[in-house]
């Protein structure tokens, strides 16, 4: 089992910042990539971004690339999403995810631990 606790969700004015981090523990991380999925009202769930632990190879949706970063601190067990020049359209519920040596990372199947989610607004 792996345990997911998102936090750093908030309110933020289009064109502002916000991070948000991932917890996880329960298993060593060595084979997992852990990913940021998200949700707006009435939407399916959709891919974010992802990060293989052991090489820190790094993917994005194409909505976010360029503005959006992932990254991990190995020692804290954490991965971060930092989300820069946001926009209205980045509102939704952001989940943290881990998927056990994913080989298609983008598929929100490969995964098998969610996080509760943290909502994240962007004022127009």
């Known amino acids: 089992q792996v345990q997911l606790v998102e936090s750093g969700g908030g309110l933020v004015q289009a064109g502002g910042s916000l991070r948000v981090s991932c917890a996880a523990s329960?298993?060593?991380?060595?084979?997992?990539?852990l990913g940021w999925f998200r949700q707006a009202p009435g939407k399916e769930r959709e891919f974010v971004a992802a990060i293989r632990w052991s090489s820190s190879s790094t993917y994005y949706t194409d909505s976010v690339k360029g503005r959006f970063t992932i990254s991990r601190d190995n020692a804290q067990n954490t991965v971060y999403l930092q989300m820069d020049s946001l926009k209205p359209e980045d509102t939704a519920v952001y989940y943290c995810a881990a998927a056990f040596a994913p080989v298609f990372i983008y598929g929100l199947k490969a995964y098998d631990y969610w996080g509760q989610g943290t909502q994240v607004t962007v004022s127009s």
């Open positions: 329960g298993r060593t991380l060595s084979r997992y990539a």
